[in-house]
């Protein structure tokens, strides 16, 4: 059993065996290959800043695992293993991995190896941990259940991750009307403008990068890295995806949410142009959407601005889905969950996040 450094040769063969460990799943969809053949093509923007480098563990000249390794300028204390995928009961494989990104770690003073964040929470943090007899909702992680088990004898830290899902019916907040009048009256909630897009997407990651600054995992984002994002997905988007709450003309909070694509896709399949004339031709097929991201600037805590932009989406949602299912949450963030506890029915799905020390 040997590692190897994937180039441009090998990419195919990379990007091949992904698909491979999904055979025969039907609840597999692939959310993730666009970006990830960008990355080791080095063509997205995301490499410019990082140190890139993938693998693959061949047993007996036959792949059997792969994985990223990366170390990102704003998170250059620690090495992430990204993109992993492996076979079952490949314990010896996952021993090699670990190995050789402790050795990579220390020669590039890392003192931490982070395993579940795809280079930035934008692209997806945590393995899953429960529901894989589900169909994983569009950009949401999903694994076979034995990654959890590979990682967990050697991590020395674990955290725990929780999405909630509930019915539109019951998709309100549950406030006094004299509160939320008051709320109306001090924000406004609009959507997105596609004819300043360049514009819009900064005020996007000008908020997330105030925003979110002190959450774990989160690194500041560049404008030319959201703008990629957004450019990949904006076909499948309207206006009112995303919404920004203002108070004053001044931006201090935004709503990222969409339908789950992944309703119109077949198992292995991604999302494409065939899904985008699906959307278009049968608009009610979909029948949940997700909350991606919610952010408001600190100092606006606790002053009624989360409320102004739930009820603007249920406003906009109202009578058009079944379900709604939220992005992870920190299991320790219990304003965040507590939230969710108020206006969803139930824990959905978990997810787990390992470091371990170099």
Same mark, same amino acid.
């Given at each position: 059993?040997?590692?190897?450094?994937?180039?441009?040769?090998?990419?195919?063969?990379?990007?091949?065996?992904?698909?491979?460990?999904?055979?025969?799943?039907?609840?597999?969809?692939?959310?993730?290959?666009?970006?990830?053949?960008?990355?080791?093509?080095?063509?997205?923007?995301?490499?410019?800043?990082?140190?890139?480098?993938?693998?693959?563990?061949?047993?007996?000249?036959?792949?059997?695992?792969?994985?990223?390794?990366?170390?990102?300028?704003?998170? &250059?204390?620690?090495? $992430?293993?990204?993109?992993?995928?492996?076979?079952?009961?490949?314990?010896?494989?996952?021993?090699?991995?670990?190995?050789? *990104? @402790?050795?990579?770690?220390?020669?590039?003073?890392?003192? #931490?190896?982070?395993?579940?964040?795809?280079? %930035?929470?934008?692209?997806?943090?945590?393995?899953?941990?429960?529901?894989? $007899?589900?169909?994983?909702?569009? *950009?949401?992680?999903?694994?076979?259940?034995?990654?959890?088990?590979?990682? /967990?004898?050697?991590? +020395?830290?674990?955290? !725990?991750?929780?999405?909630?899902?509930? =019915?539109? +019916?019951?998709?309100?907040?549950?406030?006094? =009307?004299?509160?939320?009048?008051?709320?109306?009256?001090?924000?406004?909630?609009?959507?997105?403008?596609?004819? /300043?897009?360049?514009?819009?997407?900064?005020?996007?990651?000008?908020?997330?990068?105030?925003?979110?600054?002190? %959450?774990?995992?989160?690194? $500041?984002?560049?404008?030319?890295?959201?703008?990629?994002?957004?450019?990949?997905?904006?076909?499948?988007?309207?206006?009112?995806?995303?919404?920004?709450?203002?108070? &004053?003309? @001044?931006?201090?909070?935004?709503?990222?949410?969409?339908?789950?694509?992944?309703?119109?896709?077949?198992?292995?399949?991604?999302?494409?142009?065939?899904?985008?004339?699906?959307?278009?031709?049968?608009?009610?097929?979909?029948?949940?959407?997700?909350?991606?991201?919610?952010?408001?600037?600190?100092?606006?805590? #606790? /002053?009624?601005?989360?409320?102004?932009?739930?009820?603007?989406?249920?406003?906009?949602?109202?009578?058009?889905?079944?379900?709604?299912?939220?992005?992870?949450?920190?299991?320790? !963030?219990?304003?965040?969950?507590?939230?969710?506890?108020?206006?969803? +029915?139930?824990?959905? @799905?978990?997810?787990?996040?390992?470091?371990?020390?170099?």
């Amino acid at each position: 059993m040997r590692i190897e450094v994937v180039d441009r040769s090998s990419i195919k063969d990379y990007l091949a065996f992904c698909k491979k460990v999904y055979t025969n799943n039907v609840y597999y969809r692939d959310s993730m290959s666009t970006i990830l053949k960008s990355i080791l093509t080095g063509k997205a923007q995301i490499c410019k800043s990082s140190m890139v480098l993938p693998v693959m563990v061949l047993d007996s000249e036959k792949v059997v695992a792969v994985c990223i390794f990366a170390l990102v300028d704003r998170l &250059n204390d620690t090495l $992430q293993i990204t993109f992993f995928e492996a076979l079952e009961n490949q314990e010896q494989a996952v021993k090699m991995i670990v190995d050789y *990104g @402790k050795k990579l770690a220390r020669r590039h003073g890392a003192g #931490k190896i982070l395993l579940g964040l795809n280079f %930035h929470v934008n692209y997806g943090l945590g393995f899953l941990a429960d529901q894989y $007899q589900c169909v994983p909702s569009f *950009g949401t992680a999903y694994n076979p259940p034995y990654y959890i088990d590979y990682f /967990k004898p050697h991590a +020395d830290e674990q955290f !725990n991750l929780v999405s909630y899902l509930a =019915k539109v +019916d019951n998709f309100d907040v549950r406030v006094d =009307k004299r509160l939320m009048d008051r709320v109306a009256a001090k924000y406004k909630v609009r959507k997105m403008n596609f004819s /300043k897009f360049t514009k819009e997407v900064e005020t996007y990651t000008n908020l997330n990068n105030e925003a979110f600054k002190h %959450h774990k995992f989160y690194y $500041q984002r560049r404008l030319e890295e959201d703008l990629e994002l957004f450019k990949q997905f904006k076909v499948l988007l309207k206006e009112e995806n995303m919404l920004f709450l203002e108070e &004053n003309g @001044k931006a201090i909070g935004f709503m990222l949410w969409y339908p789950d694509f992944n309703e119109l896709v077949g198992a292995g399949e991604t999302v494409g142009l065939k899904t985008v004339l699906k959307n278009r031709l049968l608009p009610n097929k979909i029948r949940k959407f997700k909350i991606v991201e919610l952010g408001v600037l600190p100092e606006y805590h #606790k /002053k009624g601005a989360v409320l102004a932009l739930f009820h603007k989406c249920r406003e906009l949602v109202q009578g058009r889905y079944d379900y709604c299912e939220s992005g992870w949450i920190l299991e320790d !963030n219990m304003a965040s969950r507590g939230l969710g506890m108020r206006w969803a +029915d139930q824990e959905y @799905k978990h997810y787990q996040v390992f470091t371990i020390d170099t």
